[in-house]
């Protein structure tokens, strides 16, 4: 028999994972207290996020019948074998996770178990975190018959139907052999087909998802300093992240030079693993440092671009090519944009922007942000045009022209799209990071 599922958060992560788990074959019901999200999904076939292959993956397995959307969890946490909370656990105002998601969705649960049930963690959670569902749940219903896991979600966005289905790693941690058998059934299907599972026990499991995060974090963060130093002694940043990557100890992903990390995931997950290495006396001092590089180079870069104007952009028009965090998604959840722009600003200068698929969040997460309807729109009358996001529409733009629309001729390209050899072939006046 086949693990019945249900799915606690209908986000990015629990959206993805109840609607790969229902192409495995399993029935899957996802919840969320958004009812306007439910209702779009289930009469509208309207998929409330942009993920590459999603709504064909979501309207398939509806129309098989494996995979439903409701607000109303008594309609199917009795009847699931394993429960997952997949829901926000965004950064509080101290820097550590703010769990009361977590702990409403597990509240809500406890009044509807029936039967052994496994709960499923797989927000991002601090240590400790399975302990405190289980205790919580304990409080409400004491009767429940019930095991906490921890399964951590390593899928990125714009590429997580290919990351869940075809996982580098599964991770749970597991209180016993009874939970460990239902997690072992619930992904069966990847490990017949040879991918990894490793269970562990529940603590190392939490951390193992902030460390593997504060770890490529760090490594984003290592390539942009040493970008900024390559432009101080002349070397070439995209030649030094290659000639350290092909060292298989180091490895060459995570090494591409960039605008600082952002997304829904590294900032938070780095400052509440810092939080609690300070409340543990446990300091992690390598990921605390992380961060506040990291906050030095999404500032550095305002300035930047100022300098290519010639040290000042007060009153200039800057066309802004890219907003969100990366390309293939529409989240700008801390954006480097976010820092970057208001900077900007700070300058003096005027901006008007340009993103495939992000004005739904730009518009609320900067209301006063002009957004033009396409990167011709943005730069018309621009004095600068700069790359933030590396989306495929702009790889494959005629940098020339859009030089030439500029009235200083200039693109500063914080994405290093192109070869800087080619662009003085096209007399593009082109800056980009650490070379
Ligand atoms: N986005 C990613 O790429 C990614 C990757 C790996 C892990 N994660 C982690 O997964 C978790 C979820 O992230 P996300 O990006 O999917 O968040 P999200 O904000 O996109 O989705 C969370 C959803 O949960 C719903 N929700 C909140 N409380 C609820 C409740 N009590 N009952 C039902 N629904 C509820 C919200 O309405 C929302 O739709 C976070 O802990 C995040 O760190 C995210």
């Not at 749970?172 to 069966?188: D, F, H, L, R, T």
Request: with cysteine; aromatic share 6%; hydrophobic share 40%.
């Amino acid at each position: 028999m086949k693990p019945r599922i249900t799915m606690i958060g209908t986000g990015y992560v629990g959206l993805v994972s109840g609607t790969c788990f229902a192409e495995m074959g399993m029935d899957v019901t996802c919840v969320d207290i958004d009812a306007e999200k439910i209702r779009k999904l289930t009469e509208e076939n309207i998929i409330p996020i942009y993920e590459p292959g999603l709504d064909e993956l979501v309207a398939r397995n509806q129309k098989a019948g494996r995979l439903h959307f409701t607000t109303d969890l008594s309609t199917c946490v009795p009847n699931s074998d394993a429960v997952f909370i997949a829901v926000g656990t965004p950064q509080d105002e101290d820097g550590s996770a703010d769990m009361q998601y977590v702990l409403q969705a597990a509240e809500d649960i406890a009044k509807n178990l029936s039967g052994y049930t496994v709960i499923v963690n797989k927000s991002t959670v601090p240590v400790g975190t399975g302990q405190r569902v289980e205790d919580r749940i304990k409080s409400v219903n004491p009767q429940a018959e019930f095991d906490v896991c921890s399964n951590p979600e390593f899928l990125r966005e714009g590429a997580a139907i290919g990351d869940f289905m075809k996982p580098d790693r599964i991770v749970v941690g597991c209180p016993n052999e009874k939970s460990a058998q239902v997690m072992k059934a619930i992904y069966k299907p990847q490990t017949d087909e040879g991918y990894s599972l490793l269970i562990t026990n529940r603590e190392s499991s939490e951390l193992i998802k902030y460390a593997a995060n504060a770890f490529l974090a760090t490594k984003i963060t290592f390539i942009n300093e040493i970008a900024n130093l390559c432009e101080k002694v002349g070397a070439d940043v995209m030649s030094v992240s290659e000639g350290i990557g092909l060292d298989t100890r180091i490895g060459s992903k995570f090494l591409q030079p960039g605008p600082g990390y952002g997304g829904s995931c590294f900032p938070k997950d780095t400052n509440a693993l810092a939080f609690q290495g300070q409340e543990f006396d446990a300091p992690q001092t390598i990921v605390e440092k992380t961060i506040e590089a990291n906050e030095n180079i999404k500032k550095r870069l305002a300035e930047k671009v100022a300098q290519a104007l010639g040290g000042s952009i007060q009153g200039k028009k800057v066309a802004v090519l890219g907003l969100a965090f990366k390309a293939d998604t529409d989240d700008m959840r801390d954006a480097p944009a976010l820092t970057i722009l208001p900077e900007l600003e700070k300058l003096g200068a005027t901006l008007v922007a340009y993103d495939p698929e992000a004005h739904e969040q730009a518009q609320w997460r900067m209301p006063n942000l002009a957004l033009a309807s396409s990167k011709e729109e943005a730069l018309e009358g621009a004095d600068i045009a700069v790359i933030l996001t590396e989306w495929q529409e702009f790889k494959t733009m005629d940098v020339q022209a859009v030089a030439e629309q500029t009235s200083s001729k200039t693109i500063v390209d914080l994405r290093n799209l192109f070869n800087p050899a080619d662009m003085a072939d096209l007399g593009v006046q082109y800056i980009s990071i650490g070379r």
